[in-house]
Structures are given as structure tokens and as C-alpha cells.
């Protein structure tokens, strides 16, 4: 079962416009979710976080946001660069006020590609 | 800093040999750690984590073990290994939430 869904394989888009990777789950225990980019063959690094008091976080070019009605995250990346061409995963996690082991959740990946 | 360790990098192994793979932290005390597997297409899977020395929790039941000799060293272990062992091993540090720290990762084929 996968409680961590990001239904889109890939997404390719020009650079200097807007990159929107989503992400679905369906436990309703998440309470912290978290983006992470990956490159090939290196260890994924992590990008930026929300909690569920929370709907939007803002870092730089990277916002998330959270409907957690729908169990919906989406990120946003403005402007797209290059550079940002990875895999990004997104993960959940059942914080219960800060007593998280962090046992992540992940999704499958999305590639993202910015194109010059 | 911090920085964590993987190695090797990559490794093919037959079926049926055992396998050692080691993750070490360097610049941090009692850390949480993780060890996650990455299939072909698919995301991350986390496969053990560890509160402490000695302590680890299986996540999924399946033909690997790991262990914690020491507070910083963190051992994923195979006595025989399958064909579907085969992946893209992770290991991860963390102080206790869900923020984790990657290792580079080791490319397992077992042929």
C-alpha cells in the first residue's frame, strides 16, 4: 500500500518558468512533510519541510504547500533553473508533537527536467 | 560539520554470497540512523533504523539485518543474497525528527 503517491513520473519545463511537483498520501497520522532532490548516484539532500499546522512554507525559489483536506502537497519551484533538474522525492512523517524516530515515508520520485 | 559515509560505492556480488555494507557518521553524537533502499523505479524504502547502540528496528521483514557496533557506525549484512536485493542502498542520520542526513549511497547488482 502505498500511502505516499507522487503520480507524476516527470516534468519538463523551460527555464525561468514555474516547476509544480505534487505529491498525494493517504495516512491521515502524517503531520510533517518533507521534499527532498536527489542526483544521480549521490544521497538525496533535503530541500524544504512543512508541518500540518501550517499551509504554506516559503525558502527562496522553493515553497510547499499543504491542502491537508485533499492530502495534497505540492511544491513550488520560481524561477526553474538548470540546475534544479533531479529527482525530487517528497516524505511524511508522524511527528506526534516532536517524538518522531524519523520513519519516513517516501514517494516514488518525481524527474525534473529545466530545460535552457 | 557533519558528514556521513558509505562504502563502497558500488559492488557486484553473486546469488547466494553474503554481503557487508558499512555507514559511518563523523561529527555528531547518539544520532538516529537509517539504512533505506532504492529499487529500480521505485522510491525510497526505509528498511532499518537505529535509536542507539545495539538497538534496531526492522521495518519490512526481508533477507537483510543491520547492526550498530558502535554510536556512529551503522552495518547493513546479507548471509546469502537474492536477485532482488539488487539497488541503490542509503544511508541516513538524524538528531530524533524527520530531517535527514543522505550518505552518497552504494549501487548493489547481484548477478
Known amino acids: 500500500d502505498q500511502q505516499v503517491k507522487q503520480n507524476s513520473p516527470s516534468l519538463s519545463v523551460q527555464e525561468g518558468r514555474i516547476s509544480i511537483l505534487n505529491c498525494d498520501y493517504t495516512?491521515?497520522?502524517?503531520?510533517?512533510f518533507l521534499w527532498y532532490k536527489k542526483y544521480p548516484a549521490e544521497g538525496p539532500t533535503f530541500l524544504i519541510s512543512i508541518s500540518s499546522i501550517k499551509d504554506k512554507n516559503e525558502d527562496g525559489r522553493f515553497t510547499v504547500f499543504l491542502n491537508k483536506s485533499a492530502k495534497h502537497l505540492s511544491l513550488h519551484i520560481v524561477p526553474s533553473q538548470p540546475g534544479d533538474s533531479a529527482v525530487y522525492f517528497c516524505a511524511a512523517d508522524i511527528n506526534a508533537g516532536g517524538t518522531s524516530y524519523g520513519k519516513l515515508t517516501f514517494g516514488q520520485g518525481t524527474i525534473l527536467t529545466v530545460h535552457p | 560539520s557533519q558528514t556521513i559515509h558509505q562504502w563502497p560505492a558500488t559492488l557486484v556480488q553473486p546469488v547466494g554470497s553474503p554481503l557487508s555494507l558499512e555507514c559511518t557518521v563523523e561529527g555528531t553524537s547518539n544520532p538516529n540512523l537509517y539504512w533505506y533502499r532504492q529499487a529500480a523505479g521505485r522510491g525510497l524504502q526505509l528498511l532499518f533504523y537505529?535509536?542507539?547502540?545495539?538497538?534496531i528496528s526492522s521495518e519490512v521483514p526481508q533477507n537483510l539485518s543491520a547492526s550498530r557496533p558502535q554510536d556512529r557506525q551503522f552495518i547493513l549484512s546479507s548471509k546469502k543474497l537474492l536477485l532482488s536485493d539488487s539497488g541503490f542502498y542509503l544511508c541516513?542520520?538524524?538528531?530524533?525528527?524527520?530531517?535527514?542526513?543522505f550518505g552518497p549511497g552504494t549501487r548493489l547488482t547481484v548477478l
Open positions: 495516512n491521515s497520522m502524517f503531520d510533517y
Open positions: 537505529s535509536v542507539g547502540i545495539g538497538q
Open positions: 541516513a542520520w538524524g538528531w530524533g525528527g524527520s530531517e535527514q542526513f
